[in-house]
């Protein structure tokens, strides 16, 4: 890869969150509420999503609706009633906090319809972006706050062009639970900016992809998480696309597509900091737990009473 022979197109301006999934992993929480509005402590996870996006600096934000997620769109939504009630009560913090969902970003929404896959949802996306480069961003993928993962991946597409993915390395019992990549060094392109510097993730070439190999299949063991920056060509892809595995269009397999012609470059950020995935119950817990331990405000009383418990040593009750 030579960032001389790639001259980006367009900055980045857009994110787009798709929230359109059934979340049948969390049913029957799932049922009547989408899954990104389920709290981490006291904010719905959509919303360390949304404040991810405008702090890299990506302020217009398509949600990708589908059935029951009035929430998502009110959540980001005045709420004048509930403002005045806490004005009235004079709890300026609370009323700071509502206030500042509102602010986050100029959000905008389209509904998928029908859940035809995370391939789909991001095609619907397609009259709102334009014929520009966009950030994707799962709603139930959090990366930990100040990791910084998405503006290194902005920093990659403005020096590389192309399309970018974030891969983190999983053991490799959990690669079929992933899309994931065959990768090759990013070349002799040099710190340049969007390489790794100093503390940063390394940047790899994506030559390959597959949507959840079967076990012992992967290509390695570089599994793609939420966060991509993808180049327009994307669209038209998708357009063509037939359904991939689990019988849903595959942002995957787009992308491989794309991997494979190597007229589109992909590239790759390999993220070693934190990431925490809120569509699955161990895994949400784990979130909650991590997350609430941080808190100055109840982080202090929370952990003691969490050594406590522990040091306890409770067991499940035999039922
Ligand atoms: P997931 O497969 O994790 O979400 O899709 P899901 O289908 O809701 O979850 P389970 O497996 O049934 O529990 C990844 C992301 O893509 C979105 C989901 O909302 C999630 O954020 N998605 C998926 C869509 O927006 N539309 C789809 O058709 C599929």
Redesign the pocket.
Known sequence: MNASTHTPTATVTKAVI?????????LPATKATP??MLPVVDKPAIQYVVEEAANAGLEDVLM?T?RNKRALEDHFDDNAELEQALAAKGDTARLDAVRRVTGLARMHHVR?GR????G??VLCARSHVGDEPFAVL????LIGPGEGLLEQMLRVRAAYSGSVVALMEVEPDRTHLYGCAAVERAGEAGPVDGRAHDGEDALVRVIDLVEKPAQGTAPSNYAVI?RYILDPVVFDLLEKAEPGHGG?IQLTDALRELAVSGDHPVHGVVFSGRRFDT?DRASYLRTVIELACERPDLGPDFRSWLTDFVRAGHEAPVR
């Open positions: 798709p929230v359109a999934g059934l979340g049948t992993r969390f899954k990104e990708i589908g998928q859940p035809l896959g995370l789909h949802a799962l709603g139930d993928d939420g849903e569509g």
